[in-house]
């Protein structure tokens, strides 16, 4: 029988969550009963915002919680395969954040935790949900613009001060490859594009290629731009793809969350697509735009926040939870995209070319 309430713990209080709590709190059917974080006046804070009864500092009481159904997963990376086991092996749902782990071991540790507890484990890649996004796929899968032949994205980050006010704890952890389990850009942000580069070509990725500056910023930090990503489909047609990061610290992106921005075209036999926007709003565009037999068409009717697309990943793992079907993003998938990921980090520090099956191959 389907359950009539989900009922979420959330573990982590950051400054995503802001945007991850949308998709629970207006669906009718779930409801956020507990909330943990190690500060415990931060994760009062959110539970008294969200109508949450209970605020833990310790992730084992919140695992053990027996009102929690389902356990939300926000915390840094290098915690997410302890935390993921954790709360799986108590018999709770996970919605694990991306990138998943930093190590394919460590997502194969959780992968079996939750194959052992028949639970439901979701990686969630919220650029999945991007309405614009999910036009362009099905404008690709529609056949709109033939054979899909190439990806090719273009990350513009811009000047830290116009974006998101992040806490200093959050981003030092992200700037630690040990604990983020790589670059911010390359790899936590990175995640979303690989996955977008195989979520449009009906084909995986083979072989990779990347070259990855590190730009200082101040005494200690850096950040892994400008970069150039590019890679090879396995099989016929010949088929390629190319993430390019432009660290272009000193301009403005409008943007209300992160001060930084995804452009993406999908080019194909008969045609193209172009997705215009994601995270800001760099140009007065339409968020999506098709060439096809000579002609172009704008679509200007989707919702292009990018907030919407943590409203509508939220609200799906509550349906897939209720009506017993698998999330959009199982752990065999998000091992894949992680594989490509970490063959692109590879590739960079040995200065070579890299076939994804060395990465899967162990």
Known sequence: MAPET????????????????????????????????????RARARAQAWGARRVYTDAEK?????????????????????HAVGALEAGKHVSLQKPPTRTLEELDRVARAAARSGRVLRVFENFGHYPPHRRAKALVDAGEIGTP?????????????DGWTVGPESQAWRMDP???????????????????????????????????????????DRIDGPAL??????????????????????MRVRSDYYASDDRLEIHGSEGIVWVNRCTG????EPSVVLYREGETRAF??????????????????????IEGRAPEQSAAEARKTLAFALAAARSDAEGREVAVSEILGG
């Open 149 to 161: 032949l190439s990806v090719r994205v273009k990350t513009a980050v811009g000047r830290f001060a």
């Open 281 to 284: 709003k760099l140009l007065e």
């Open 229 to 250: 990503i590019s890679w090879k489909y396995a099989g016929d047609p010949p088929r390629f793809g190319s993430w390019e990061v432009i660290a272009s610290l000193g």
């Open 300 to 321: 200007h009717d989707l919702p292009a926040d990018w907030a919407e697309s943590f409203r509508r990943g939220g609200r799906d793992f509550v349906d897939a939870l």
């Open 6 to 41: 989900i009922r979420l713990g959330w573990l982590g209080c950051g400054r995503i969550a802001d945007l991850q709590c949308l998709g629970y709190l207006d669906h009718p059917r779930a409801e956020i009963v507990a909330v943990c974080d190690r500060d415990e006046s």
């Open 178 to 220: 040990t604990l983020c389990g790589g670059g911010l850009t390359t790899f936590d942000h990175g995640y979303h594009c690989f996955q977008m580069a195989r979520w449009f070509v009906p084909s995986e990725v083979e072989r990779v290629h990347a070259f990855i500056h590190w730009t200082r910023l101040g005494d200690r």
């Open 62 to 82: 919140l695992f053990a919680d027996p009102e929690v159904d389902a356990v939300e997963i926000l915390t840094p990376h290098h915690l997410h395969a302890a």
